[in-house]
């Protein structure tokens, strides 16, 4: 049925709601390719396959989508991890220093910073999001992940859950987002699969698809470390003009990264302390 409706995927689809409807792994479900299903089992099925018809994700239906190998529960309050992200997740890994600190804006699951965390042992985080179903299953995917010790949340819109604990002196060495950055007119052209189903609050990034960005350059500064940086992804249109976003608040050595099918994903830019702005 999925071919027929030109489905993709379809092979893949069946494969995976009908092992979640079964309760078995890929490979129980290869082992056991030739047991009978009963009706009930067959009812659970046919009704999952009647969310795909309509558009809704197969990660959005059994609740969970993989990410740099790890498996995050998802609401209706969050995104779904897509692969592109893994760029970011490569460069914070790397670049983050010995014992360093992250910090995570706009988690929504939480996956960024926990794919982080589960690859650097010795580092700590902090992750923010205005909604606290989103928070829910980022709490939720840091226990099952074993990093939920480390990793610190707070409610509300980007910078502002932190301003209160903030001390002179302290920062993070790092920022990483995947903010929402889909201009809002734009929104109504998407596939139904985003449109319908993925949470608004989480694609608008306002009538040019650049208001988080303004925000996290014009306060990222005053919450860096004076050698930290920020990683942002952007939308493959989106480099030169979030690039001097960055420039006009100050930040230096930026730079645009490129995903595996060559459009550009990332923006790199490094804290300047005013005094070194001023000295060079």
């Known amino acids: 049925m999925l071919t027929r409706l030109g489905f993709e995927t379809a092979a893949l689809d069946a494969k995976l709601l009908a092992g979640h409807a079964l309760g078995l792994s890929p490979v129980q479900m290869a082992t056991h390719e030739h047991s009978p299903v009963s009706d009930s089992d067959a009812g659970q099925i046919a009704a999952l396959l009647q969310r795909r018809l309509t558009g809704e994700s197969v990660a959005r239906i059994i609740g969970q989508r993989e990410f740099y190998g790890l498996g995050f529960a998802l ?100 920022i990483v987002s995947n903010p929402p950055y889909i201009a809002s007119a734009v929104l109504e052209t998407l596939a139904s699969e985003v449109r319908d189903f993925d949470p608004q609050l989480a694609l608008d990034g306002g009538p040019d698809g650049l208001a988080p960005y303004r925000v996290i350059a014009e306060q990222g500064a005053s919450m860096l470390a004076p050698s930290g940086s920020v990683l942002v992804e952007i939308g493959f249109d989106q480099g030169e003009a979030v690039s001097a976003l960055f420039a006009a608040a100050g930040f230096a050595r930026i730079s645009i990264h490129q995903d595996l099918g060559g459009l550009d994903r990332v923006i790199w830019a490094h804290h300047v302390p005013p005094g070194e702005r001023t000295a060079g």
């Open 75 to 174: 609401n209706g309050a969050t995104l779904e991890p897509r692969p592109e992200t893994e760029l970011l997740v490569d460069m914070a890994i790397t670049w983050l220093p010995a014992g360093g600190t992250l910090l995570d804006l706009g988690t929504g699951t939480g996956c960024i910073a926990i794919a982080v965390l589960a690859n650097r042992p010795d580092a700590t985080a902090m992750a923010t999001d205005i909604s606290p179903q989103a928070l829910e299953a980022a709490h939720a995917n840091a226990e099952r992940h074993g990093v939920a010790a480390r990793l610190g949340l707070r409610q509300g819109s980007w910078f502002e859950p932190l301003r209160a604990g903030a001390r002179s002196g302290e920062g993070f060495d790092l």
